[in-house]
T-cell receptor
Framework: AQTVTQSQPEMSVQEAETVTLSCTYD???????LFWYKQPPSRQMILVIR??????QNATENRFSVNFQKAAKSFSLKISDSQLGDTAMYFC??????????????FGKGTLLTVNP | DTAVSQTPKYLVTQMGNDKSIKCEQN?????MYWYKQDSKKFLKIMFS???????INETVPNRFSPKSPDKAHLNLHINSLELGDSAVYFC??????????FGQGTRLTVV
């Protein structure tokens, strides 16, 4: 079974600074996808960034980037130039990319990020 | 156009009642899910369906019964509601390898 671990229940950062959220996962499979989702107080689940395991290049979306270390099974999210609107719960998630039980999107327990003015 | 739409957004009901939450997606995805988010924000999968077929049932009480009339719809019916069922329920859809799209969530409060 696949597991996703987020070891930081809460983090805070000053506006305009950089923060890194940690995520590790466990799988014996080789073909999978990793995601970071953001859940602001509105409770809507918003995709922040996606990484395919077969790609060595780290994904980047504007101020958001990941550090994907496949051998270490690590998938951290870096937020640069933090903004007040980045305050939210952040979830790391995993899904297999092949048949069988690939229909299970597994989430970590989340990291509550607060951006302070 | 809303990609994943679930209704209602809020649901307040008494213990022992039966209620349903509806979900529809217009993305053409083959797989749909129900997730439960508790007060600690843990997102736990309840069910997944692929092309109307139940794939995952994660030790959910029998009082919860999903129904998928077609691959664009996945409804959740809950019998004999209990206080512990109070949570936010999310519907989502995905195609393998593509991010999951979520509905806006249904906040269920059992009193």
């Amino acid at each position: 079974a696949q597991t996703v671990t987020q070891s930081q229940p809460e983090m805070s950062v000053q506006e305009a600074e950089t923060v890194t959220l940690s995520c590790t996962y466990d799988t014996s499979e080789n073909n999978y996808y990793l995601f970071w989702y953001k859940q602001p107080p509105s409770r809507q689940m918003i995709l922040v960034i996606r990484q395919e395991a077969y790609k060595q290049q780290n994904a980047t979306e504007n101020r958001f980037s990941v550090n994907f270390q496949k051998a270490a099974k690590s998938f951290s999210l870096k937020i640069s130039d933090s903004q007040l609107g980045d305050t939210a719960m952040y979830f790391c998630a995993f899904i297999l990319g092949s048949g069988g039980s690939n229909y299970k999107l597994t989430f970590g327990k989340g990291t509550l990020l607060t951006v302070n003015p | 156009d809303t990609a994943v739409s679930q209704t209602p957004k809020y649901l307040v009901t008494q213990m022992g009642n039966d209620k349903s939450i509806k979900c529809e997606q217009n993305l053409g995805h083959d797989t749909m899910y129900w997730y439960k988010q508790d007060s600690k924000k843990f997102l736990k999968i309840m069910f997944s369906y692929n092309n109307k077929e139940l794939i995952i049932n994660e030790t959910v009480p029998n009082r919860f019964s999903p129904k998928s009339p077609d691959k664009a719809h996945l409804n959740l019916h809950i019998n004999s509601l209990e206080l512990g069922d109070s949570a936010v329920y999310f519907c989502a859809s995905t195609r393998a390898g593509i991010e999951a799209f979520f509905g806006q969530g249904t906040r269920l409060t059992v009193v």
